[in-house]
C-alpha cells in the first residue's frame, strides 16, 4: 500500500513539472527571403548570443521553439542574409505562438500576430514608423559592409583604406542617426497619447528621453512624460533622471556610487587574455586608460588604429587598459594580438551594462573612456568615437610622452 501511495506521488509530482514548463512557438512565412538562410532565436540577456533554437528558412516559412521564462520577455531573431549583412528584430513571447509575416529582409518591418499584451503595445511604436524603419535597417547594412572594408584594411595594414574608410562609416552613421531622431520623434507621438504606461512603453521612454542631451528642446515635453510616472518607476530611470536634472545629485538605489571627475577609481581585478589575472590599482605611475568596449561595436574597433598609436607614443607615461564586454567565448575568438597591443581585460558582469565593473562605472553606452590619473583619482570621461578624440582626451589633460 506505502509502496503504491509513493508511486503516486511520484507521478503527480512528475506531472505537475511537466505542466509547469511553458515553452513559446514562433511561425513564420517571409517572402523574397533566399532558401537556406539559417535563422537563430537568441535570448536578449544583455549581450545577446544565447542560442535558444536554429532553423532553416525554405520557402519563407521557418519555426522557432523555446522554453518560456518566469515572465514575458524580449528575445531576438536573427540571420545572415550575406555574410556582412546580418538581420535582426526584437519579439516578446511567454508561453504563446506567434505568426510573423513579411515581404522583405528589412526585419523590424514584419509583421507580429500574438495575443501577448507585451507584443501588440511594440506593434503600436512599430506601425507608426515601418518605412523609418526600413530605411535604418539599409542603413546599417551600408555600415556592416563599410565595417567590413575597414576590418580588411586594418588586417592588410593599409592605412590609407582605413582612413577612407573610417569617413565613409562616419557618413553612414549621420545618416542612420539622424534615421535614429525621426525614429523617436514618432515614438514620442505614440508615448503622449497612450496612457497606460506599460513595460512597453516605458522601454520606449528610456529610448527616447536620451534626445534630451542634443536637442534640449525637447526636455519639457520628456518632463511631461516623466511626470507621469510614480516614484518607483522613476527611481528605475535612473539616466533619464540624470539627463533632466544634471544638476543634481542621482543615486542609483541598487549601486549608491556615483562616478565623477575626482572620484577615487573603482578597483577590480579582471581576466586578461593571457590567463592572467590583473588588479587595476596595481597598475603604479602611471596615467591609466580606462576603454570599455566590444567586438560589436563599430566605433570601439574605429578606435583601435588611434590606440595603437597612444600606446607607441604614450607608452612610458600611460597604461592603457582595455575592458571587453563580450561573452568569454567571443572575446578569446576574435583577439589578434597584432591589433590590441594594450592590456585586453574582459568585464566581471554577467550582462553588458547591469553588473559588474560595466554597473559600476555606470555605463550606458561604449566606448566609453576613463582617464585616470598616478593616484588612482578618475580626471576625465569620454563616450563616443570620433578620429582624434582620444589624442584630444590626454593632451587637455596634459599628459606628455
Known amino acids: ?22 515553452t513559446f512557438v514562433i511561425e513564420g512565412n517571409i517572402a523574397n527571403i533566399p532558401d537556406s538562410t539559417v535563422i537563430r532565436l537568441y535570448d536578449s540577456d544583455g549581450f545577446g548570443d544565447i542560442e535558444l533554437d536554429i532553423d532553416t528558412i525554405i520557402s519563407g516559412k521557418f519555426r522557432l521553439e523555446a522554453k518560456s521564462d518566469t515572465i514575458p520577455k524580449k528575445y531576438t531573431l536573427s540571420m545572415y542574409i550575406l555574410e556582412d549583412e546580418r538581420v535582426a528584430t526584437l519579439i516578446w513571447a ?12 528589412y526585419a523590424d518591418t514584419w509583421i507580429k500576430e500574438s495575443d501577448l ?64 531622431k525621426t525614429l523617436d520623434l514618432n515614438h514620442l507621438k ?20 536620451y534626445l534630451v542631451k542634443d536637442n534640449p528642446e525637447y ?42 571627475i575626482g572620484d577615487t577609481m573603482i578597483d577590480a581585478t579582471l581576466d586578461c587574455i593571457d590567463g592572467k589575472k590583473y588588479t587595476l590599482s596595481d597598475i603604479k605611475g602611471k596615467y591609466i586608460l580606462l576603454d570599455f568596449w566590444s567586438y560589436g561595436c563599430g566605433p570601439c574597433i574605429l578606435a583601435n588604429s588611434e590606440l595603437k598609436e ?19 567565448s567571443s572575446w578569446k575568438k576574435f583577439y589578434k594580438p597584432d591589433e590590441i597591443t594594450w592590456l585586453n581585460l574582459r568585464t566581471d558582469g554577467t550582462s553588458t551594462y547591469s553588473s559588474g565593473i560595466s554597473k559600476k562605472y555606470r555605463l550606458n553606452g561604449i566606448p566609453r573612456y576613463f582617464l585616470i590619473s598616478p593616484d588612482h583619482k578618475i580626471i576625465d570621461m569620454q563616450e563616443g568615437y570620433a578620429k582624434g578624440i582620444i589624442t584630444e582626451l590626454l593632451e587637455k589633460n596634459g599628459i606628455k610622452n
Open 1 to 22: 500500500m506505502k509502496k503504491a501511495i509513493l508511486i503516486a506521488l511520484l507521478l503527480l509530482i512528475s506531472n505537475n513539472l511537466f505542466a509547469a514548463e511553458k
Open 94 to 105: 511567454y508561453n504563446n505562438t506567434t505568426k510573423i509575416t513579411g515581404n522583405s529582409k
Open 117 to 180: 499584451k507585451e507584443q501588440k503595445d511594440e506593434n503600436i511604436f512599430i506601425n507608426i514608423s515601418k518605412e523609418d524603419r526600413k530605411n535604418l535597417q539599409m542603413c546599417l547594412f551600408q555600415e556592416q559592409q563599410i565595417f567590413g572594408t575597414y576590418l580588411q584594411a586594418m588586417e592588410d595594414d593599409d592605412t590609407n583604406a582605413m582612413d577612407v574608410t573610417a569617413k565613409q562609416f562616419k557618413v553612414a552613421r549621420n545618416k542612420s542617426d539622424s534615421l535614429r
Open 190 to 209: 505614440v508615448l503622449q497619447n497612450t496612457k497606460d504606461i506599460s513595460v512597453v512603453w516605458l522601454n520606449y521612454f528610456s529610448s527616447v528621453a
Open 219 to 260: 526636455r519639457d515635453t520628456i518632463l511631461q512624460l516623466y511626470n507621469k510616472l510614480n516614484e518607483e518607476q522613476k527611481k528605475k530611470q535612473i539616466y533619464v533622471t540624470k539627463i533632466l536634472f544634471p544638476s543634481d545629485e542621482v543615486v542609483d538605489s541598487e549601486n549608491e556610487e556615483n562616478i565623477k
Open 310 to 328: 597612444i600606446v607607441e607614443k604614450y607608452g612610458n607615461t600611460l597604461q592603457v587598459v582595455g575592458i571587453n564586454l563580450d561573452r568569454e
